[in-house]
Structures are given as structure tokens and as C-alpha cells.
């Protein structure tokens, strides 16, 4: 059933009360939701699979698993999809583009991808008001499949990577000079080793070695900038990861690039948390990856957890918006794709705007005054406050679906567009 909008505007106006009675201004944390881009990943519209002609089997560390129908097969499908996501999810947002979904028209070599095969996205991005990020693909190709790339022991292979590092760097660069704000170009590695290694270091200097060369030129900051990714283990990278969290944490400080956290990418009982203020202490700023672990699984939609909320507290409590770029990275082939971003990203913006309406100053106060007492008792009753109500007035002033409203659309595009996708033929 529909809601009323208003009934909706008179639940926020009884939920404003409530927040305000705690001296949390309301209106400032919805300019702020508002003014706060979330990256939304291209990825899970086709489970990664990317338009690089051949049907290429995702791996090299990752897996997507699931069979709903409707996967996006064509560049005009993903977009198709990606509008339909963003017209369900309230604020302007951004697209997080893998070097595999260039427009490549034929086969051409990772590492002579040029801005010519992006182009189109370019002028998508134009035309739909959406900027831009990047990534270049070090993973489901032939010379990933020994679990190395830019720290393999050959050097040919390496330098086919650096060049495809570098580039992707021009491609970032041309996105975010097109754009007028920076592209953010993330790198990640799948490279490890599935059992123990006797040799740690020696893959650790050839990574930092390729890195350096592939980020030997500088770029103008306005339009690029560098992420590098951590990750513990991976499917076949069980017992060594060379870029772990140490060596990236070291690489992102000592070279001034922007260290990325996955939220799935460390121990089921570590949390990325806790290390948003520590690493901000040391580098630019951060690129998050926020997806949900589920035992071996980095990647499941992300839905509405403590950590979750912990994430964007962590955030608003460290006054950490600008120097915290937040995209998403789950892909999930068992429910509808474009559901799955839906879900992913407004549960994202949901606890962005449960930490703004927090009475954070008054908390700070009560800490530092070392009434924890008081401190406890207040972040309690704060979770069962009318988060709901403010959620819906935005949703509602965003002119995006209230409530689960958004899923009928959903359905509708489902039966109307994606069903007539077969799964296997895929057009060039
Ligand atoms: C893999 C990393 C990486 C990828 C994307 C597709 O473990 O999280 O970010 O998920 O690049
Ligand atoms: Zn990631």
C-alpha cells in the first residue's frame, strides 16, 4: 500500500521534535546526506564479467555465485540497469568503472586500453550527471592465472601490468578532467599463494617496484587519484596475500596515495571501524569499499549491520566526510542485480544519516567528562529513535519510492526488461 506523503511529512515533523529535543539539527543532516556521493559499482550489474568480447570466466581470487536471470549483457543493459538503480536511490551518486567495461569494439590488449574505449561512458556520465571512478583489471585473464601479476617473477608479465596500470591512470585522468572533480583509481592485486610460501619478501619488492613505475608520472590531483587495496586472503590465495594490509598501509603512507579498506578484506572479527581514524592520522585520505564478509565471502550485499552503522559513525564522529570517498564493492548472483544495488546503497546512505543525527557534540562531552554512564545510556536509546521517519521524508523529498516501494519498481523493470535477457548469448 502506498504511503501518504502526508502522513509521511507528519511523522517527520513528530521525529524532527524528537531530534532537535537533543540539539541535533535535522536540517543540516539532510544537506549533508544530500551533498554526500556514494561510488556505486558497475560490477554487480553482470557478476564482473565485463565487455572484453569473449566470455571470460571470472577468477583469479574472486567468485560470484547465484543464477537469477536478467544479468546485464551489453554496455546498453548495465546502463539500462544502473539508471533504473539510481532512480530508486535518493542523492546524486557516482560509477565505479573496472577497465574490463571499456567499449572495446574487438579485442584489444589490457595494456593498450586507451580513453577512446571509455568514452562512451564518459558522455553517459555527462549526460546522466554521474561522475566517475576507475579501476584497472588485474584479474580474470590469461596472464593472471598463475594467482600473479604486477609481483610475478617474470618480468615480461609484470610490465605487460605496469603498462596496463599506467594506462588506466590516463584513463582516470581524462574521467576526472571531463568531470571537473578527481577520478578515484583504485588498484587492487589478486596475487598470492594458495599454500605456504617460503619466499615473502622478494614478491613484496617486485609489488612495490611495479607500483612505483606504474605511478612514476604525477598526476594533476584535481582530476586523479591513486587507491591501493588490502586484502587478507583470497579463493587460491589462502595462506599469502603479497599486498596485505601491512604492506599497503606502508605504501600508501611512505608514497602519499589513498590506502582503500574493504570491509570484507580482513578477519571475521576485525573491523574497518576502528582503523578509519587511526590510518587518517597518516594518509591523505581513504577509499572504502564497503561489502559485507560472510565466513569466506568478502562480498555480500550489504545490509544494515553494527558495523555498518559503526562505519559512518566513525565518519560523522571524526569529521571525516571529505577525506573519506565511500563506494561499494558486493556482488551477488542469487537476487536481482538491480535490487542488489538498491538494497546495498540505501542501506549505505541510511546509516550515513543515522550517524548525522546523532547528538554527537553532547557524547564527546559526556566522554571527555568521563560520565561513560551517561554515555552508554544515550548511544542506547539513540537506536530505537525515528531514524525511519527521517529516512522516508528524504526518500519522499528526493522523489525516490518511500519504504520497500522501490521493489515493485523493480519487479516491473524485472518483468518488462530483464527476463527477455537470455543468460548465455551475450552481444558484442
Ligand atoms: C577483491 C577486491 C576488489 C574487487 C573489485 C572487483 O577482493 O575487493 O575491490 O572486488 O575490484
Ligand atoms: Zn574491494
Known amino acids: 500500500m502506498m504511503t501518504k506523503a502526508g502522513d509521511i511529512e507528519a511523522a517527520y515533523g513528530l521525529a524532527r521534535e524528537r531530534f532537535e529535543s537533543l540539539g541535533v539539527d535535522v536540517d543540516r543532516a539532510i544537506e549533508v546526506l544530500r551533498e554526500t556521493s556514494v561510488s556505486v559499482h558497475c560490477w554487480q550489474g553482470d557478476d564482473v564479467g565485463g565487455f572484453e568480447g569473449e566470455d571470460r570466466a571470472l577468477g583469479d581470487g574472486l567468485a560470484v555465485t547465484g543464477n537469477y536471470p536478467g544479468r546485464a549483457r551489453t554496455v546498453d543493459e548495465l546502463r539500462s540497469d544502473l539508471e533504473m538503480a539510481y532512480s530508486l536511490i535518493p542523492g546524486r551518486h557516482r560509477l565505479n568503472l573496472h577497465a574490463m567495461y571499456g567499449e572495446f569494439q574487438g579485442v584489444v590488449e589490457r595494456n593498450e586500453i586507451g580513453v577512446e574505449h571509455f568514452q562512451g ?24 592465472s598463475s594467482g600473479f601479476t604486477l609481483a610475478h617473477a617474470d618480468r615480461s608479465i609484470r610490465q605487460f601490468w605496469i603498462e596496463h596500470g599506467i594506462a588506466c591512470r590516463k584513463i582516470a585522468a581524462a574521467m576526472g578532467a571531463a568531470q571537473g572533480n578527481p577520478c578515484i583509481n583504485n588498484f587492487w592485486v589478486p596475487d598470492g599463494y594458495k599454500d605456504t610460501p617460503v619466499d615473502r619478501q622478494s614478491p613484496r619488492q617486485r609489488l612495490a617496484d611495479s607500483l612505483d613505475e606504474i605511478f612514476r608520472e604525477a598526476l594533476p590531483p584535481e582530476q586523479a ?14 595462506s599469502y596475500v603479497v599486498g596485505s594490509h601491512e604492506f599497503y598501509m606502508g605504501y600508501a603512507v611512505s608514497r602519499r596515495k589513498l590506502l582503500c579498506l574493504d570491509a570484507g578484506h580482513f578477519h571475521p572479527t576485525e573491523v574497518i571501524s576502528d582503523k578509519i581514524s587511526a590510518v587518517l592520522m597518516y594518509v591523505p585520505a581513504l577509499l572504502l569499499h564497503v561489502s559485507r564478509g560472510v565466513r569466506w565471502d568478502s562480498d555480500h550485499v550489504v545490509t544494515f549491520t553494527d558495523e555498518l552503522q559503526a562505519i559512518m559513525q566513525e565518519i560523522v ?36 544519516l543515522a550517524a548525522l543525527l546523532e547528538p554527537t557534540e553532547r557524547l564527546q562531552q559526556l566522554e571527555r567528562e568521563g560520565d561513560f554512564t551517561a554515555r552508554l545510556a544515550l548511544l542506547e536509546e539513540q537506536k530505537t529513535m525515528p531514524l525511519g521517519a527521517v529516512w522516508d521524508y528524504y526518500c519522499l523529498s528526493s522523489d525516490v519510492p518511500v519504504g520497500a516501494q522501490w521493489l515493485e519498481q523493480v519487479r516491473q523493470y524485472e518483468r518488462m526488461v530483464q527476463t527477455n535477457r537470455s543468460s548465455t548469448i551475450k552481444h558484442a
Not at 229 to 236: D, N, P, R, S, V
Not at 339 to 344: E, Q, R, T
Open 121 to 144: 561512458w564518459i558522455d553517459w556520465g555527462r549526460h546522466q550527471g554521474i561522475s566517475l571512478d576507475f579501476n584497472p583489471t588485474f584479474f580474470s585473464h590469461s596472464l593472471a
Open 225 to 238: 587519484l591513486d587507491a591501493v587495496e588490502c586484502k587478507l586472503f583470497g579463493i587460491g590465495s589462502e
Open 317 to 352: 564522529r571524526g569529521g571525516s566526510l571529505r577525506r573519506v570517498h565511500i563506494g561499494l564493492d558486493f556482488f551477488d548472483a542469487s537476487i536481482n542485480r538491480v535490487a542488489a544495488w538498491v538494497i546495498g546503497t540505501r542501506n549505505v546512505l541510511k546509516a550515513l
